[in-house]
Nanobody, 120 residues
């Protein structure tokens, strides 16, 4: 079955860095774009970054441009989110997301999320 498993979250001081990872399985990873979302307390989930299937195209929400970098390793079925110059407003649960087909089943899949807390 399709699985997305995030890791790498934690507590970091403002200005610090974290690297999130998302391990994917159960589908042909190299065929699909993937996305990172986040949800802050009391707010709606928002799209943070996306990356195309080959990794040649990336997009970011304005608030993270120049600070976050999304990348992928299709040989390892992994997608990453490098987060630099973190701010308190980056705090939230970060989710990996993919809309994929595995066999005859297509669906929208989310990981369990990883908590990022930016605080001094």
């Amino acid at each position: 079955q399709v699985q997305l498993v995030e890791s790498g979250g934690g507590l970091v001081q403002p200005g610090g860095s974290l690297r999130l990872s998302c391990a994917a399985s159960g589908f042909t990873f190299s065929r699909y774009g993937l996305m990172w979302y986040r949800q802050a307390p009391g707010k709606e989930r928002e799209l943070v970054a996306s990356i195309s299937s080959a990794g040649s195209s990336t997009n970011y929400v304005d608030s993270v441009k120049g600070r976050f970098t999304v990348s992928r390793d299709n040989a390892k079925n992994m997608v990453y989110l490098q987060m630099n110059s973190l701010k308190p407003e980056d705090t939230g649960v970060y989710y990996c997301y993919a809309a994929v087909c595995a066999g005859f089943q297509c669906g929208n899949y989310w990981g369990q999320g990883t908590q990022v807390t930016v605080s001094s």
